[in-house]
């Protein structure tokens, strides 16, 4: 769970940075198309960013007179969960309370606005919109495709307020509502996070404004009925009504001139805050490679004549000389009788060479993996090994190493332990090491080989132990 916090502090800093670039660079433009985009994209990349890992490969050539040393050597960790520390039960805590209580008003929201809709009296548009005409004094807003007004503003017939919440339907709006509201439920404790959201909404409502304007309806009276408007409220989190944002800058953005497109470079300046996060979670992968030793290679060199010579050859001199005349061999002796041996037995011994696929390798080409990593083997040991209650009980505490054979067909033989701590704390290492799925096997020369490996498993008491 600790490392779900984690994961979501490294959001909350993405979300920060990428709401200061709008801040400073976008939120004065008219490109509310644009900045709509922005804002949800970077709300979503903040998100995706921290579980983009990419992995650089390093090639280690291991020399053959290291081969004793055992490459594959990971460290798992086993912590007494019953005694987790206050202060990670209380940020635990406070976590999913806000959590909760964040989703829980986004959910009656919904609720209270689809009952809303239901008591309402629906009139079912040519353009697929519904007009809902709700009891009592509501102040309109759009919700799906859904226009929810009063008894007055129906009868009214007013063409601004119906351009208006179209826009905001053909925009759909509500669909960006819900997805920054649940992504605000993990990011509730961020003030970055509410703000991106607020900004959201104002371009709703600029994006809105615009769609009326462009309809020919006369921009001073537009803004008198949102002056009218402005004192009620919808009162909706996920809907968008006519009255809401400020209404000083919805005025000040109908009046600004349209921004330059060669600002749209700005958004150029995302690069580098994508390329800094994915070079802040990259991480280095080492492939090892087994040098083989290779016998020196012999050159042969041809001279005529019986005199010596100096012959160069490549960058070397080499002086050759002459061989000697041959000698005249002496008579062979006559062969003796060999002896005759009867009863011949054949004694099998453990000494005979063994073949490639029975040989266990420290370090191959390709070494052995686990499903889905050394990621997937620590989350495998954390979740498998179990803290033996004698253990607990007794104040034992250490780190055990095991080695295991890593077959050709992936499965595990051969576990034993190097560096015991107590016949408990062996057992349980031993037990989980025996229960690993299959793995990757090794290769070396193309062909699946034996590999060891050696993992040590720390178990550790955070309650302290007593001294008898």
């Not at 697929?128 to 009592?136: E, I």
């Not at 979740?383 to 505490?397: C, D, S, V």
Request: net charge positive; with cysteine.
């Amino acid at each position: 769970m600790m490392e779900f916090l984690a994961y979501d502090l490294k959001v909350a800093v993405l979300v920060a940075v990428f709401y200061m670039f709008y801040r400073l660079l976008l939120s004065r433009e008219t490109f509310h198309g644009v900045n709509r985009m922005v804002l949800l994209l970077t709300a979503v990349a903040s998100f995706v960013l921290p579980l983009c890992v990419i992995t650089i490969h390093k090639t280690v050539v291991i020399n053959h007179a290291e081969a004793d040393v055992a490459i594959g050597y990971l460290s798992a960790e086993v912590v007494d969960d019953a005694a987790m520390p206050f202060w990670q039960m209380a940020a635990i805590a406070a976590f999913f309370i806000g959590m909760i209580v964040t989703l829980g008003y986004t959910i009656m929201s919904v609720v209270r606005v689809w009952l809303l809709i239901q008591r309402s009296e629906q009139h079912q548009q040519a353009d697929g919109t519904v007009v809902c005409v709700a009891p009592g004094d509501v102040s309109p807003f759009s919700w799906m495709k859904y226009i929810v007004l009063s008894r007055s503003d129906y009868e009214a017939n007013d063409a601004s307020i119906l351009a208006h919440e179209r826009g905001h339907i053909r925009r759909h709006h509500s669909l960006d509502l819900l997805l920054v509201d649940s992504l605000t439920a993990l990011q509730w404790f961020n003030p970055a996070m509410w703000m991106l959201r607020q900004d959201l909404r104002a371009i709703h409502e600029y994006e809105a404004d615009a769609a009326v304007l462009s309809q020919g309806i006369n921009m001073r009276q537009y803004q008198y009925l949102l002056i009218q408007k402005a004192v009620s409220q919808c009162g909706y989190s996920v809907a968008n009504g006519i009255s809401h944002s400020t209404l000083k800058n919805r005025i000040n953005m109908m009046l600004h001139k349209n921004s330059s497109r060669a600002n749209l470079l700005k958004l150029f300046a995302l690069a580098p805050i994508v390329g800094m996060t994915l070079a802040l979670n990259a991480e280095t992968v080492n492939d090892y490679v087994y040098d083989e030793p290779q016998a020196p290679q012999k050159q042969t060199v041809v001279k005529k004549g019986n005199q010596n010579k100096t012959v160069k050859v490549g960058a070397k001199t080499v002086e050759v000389k002459a061989a000697k005349p041959a000698q005249t061999k002496a008579p062979a002796k006559k062969a003796e009788p060999k002896p005759v041996v009867k009863d011949v037995k054949v004694v099998k011994t453990d000494a005979q060479p063994q073949n490639e696929e029975q040989m266990v390798f420290d370090v191959v080409e390709q070494m052995p993996k686990f499903p889905d990593g050394d990621t997937g083997l620590m989350t495998f040991l954390k979740n498998t090994i179990k803290y033996p209650a004698e253990a607990e009980k007794a104040g034992k505490q250490g780190r055990v190493v095991a080695t295991f054979v890593v077959n050709t067909d992936g499965s595990i033989s051969d576990a034993k332990v190097v560096r015991s701590v107590s016949e408990e704390l062996d057992a349980e290492a031993l037990r989980v090491i025996n229960a690993m799925p299959k793995w990757t096997p090794g290769k070396q020369n193309g062909k699946d080989v034996r590999v060891k490996f050696t993992l040590p498993v720390t178990f550790k008491l955070n309650k302290p132990v007593e001294k008898k």
